[in-house]
């Protein structure tokens, strides 16, 4: 079983920037796939970005692309969202998920792994 640990949330003005970590522990050889997924309140969970463990290809959602990062530690086995520029609308709880397929998939259903999620504020 593999467990998932998000860190990094806060409050910031727009055009700030913070770092997000998701740190996987357990039996992390069978996942393939970390991603990065957010909730704004009254909204449905969307795909942010994603990370092949194994070569680092990776792919962001247009919305974020330019601003945002993911990149990761295996040594650490750990995933990070850089997140630049940020605005009002990027407000949401940010969620870390992992998949078992060797390709890149971009919906909620598709991942079978998830952390408890740490919130985002951007705000003046």
């Known amino acids: 079983q593999v467990q998932l640990t998000e860190s990094g949330g806060g409050v910031v003005q727009p055009g700030g920037s913070l770092r997000l970590s998701c740190v996987a522990s357990g039996r992390t050889d069978s996942t393939k796939i970390l991603a990065w997924f957010r909730q704004a309140p009254g909204k449905e969970r969307e795909f942010v970005a994603a990370i092949n463990w194994k070569n680092t290809g990776s792919s962001h959602a247009d919305s974020v692309k330019g601003r945002f990062t993911i990149s990761r530690d295996s040594a650490q086995n750990t995933v990070y969202l850089q997140m630049n520029s940020l605005q009002p609308e990027d407000t949401a709880v940010y969620y870390c998920?992992?998949?078992?397929?060797?390709?890149?998939?971009?919906?909620?259903?598709?991942?079978?792994?998830w952390g408890q999620g740490t919130q985002v504020i951007v705000s003046s």
């Open positions: 998920a992992g998949a078992a397929t060797t390709y890149i998939v971009y919906r909620v259903h598709e991942y079978d792994i």
